[in-house]
């Protein structure tokens, strides 16, 4: 079980991991993370990487 916040940052075409399984799995803890869906994007994040730091820096709030 999460106990402590996370940030999940999931592509929804991820071809290693089960984009569903996944979300559905994100939602069963006492403490939900923060949980963003990239639509289209694979495991990699190509041609995403951008969106990708974005969200990152604004989760933890930090300077990459």
Same mark, same amino acid.
């Given at each position: 079980?999460? %106990?402590? #916040?996370? &940030?999940?940052? +999931?592509?929804?075409?991820?071809?290693?991991?089960? =984009?569903?399984? !996944?979300?559905?799995? =994100?939602? %069963? /803890? !006492?403490? %939900? #993370?923060?949980?963003?869906? @990239?639509?289209? %994007?694979?495991?990699?994040?190509?041609?995403? &990487?951008? +969106? &990708?730091? +974005? @969200?990152? +820096?604004?989760?933890? /709030?930090? =300077?990459?």
């Amino acid at each position: 079980d999460i %106990t402590i #916040p996370s &940030l999940i940052i +999931q592509g929804s075409n991820d071809e290693i991991i089960d =984009a569903n399984t !996944t979300r559905h799995w =994100a939602f %069963t /803890h !006492t403490v %939900t #993370p923060d949980f963003y869906w @990239l639509s289209g %994007t694979s495991h990699f994040f190509h041609g995403r &990487l951008n +969106q &990708l730091r +974005q @969200l990152i +820096q604004s989760g933890w /709030h930090i =300077a990459i």
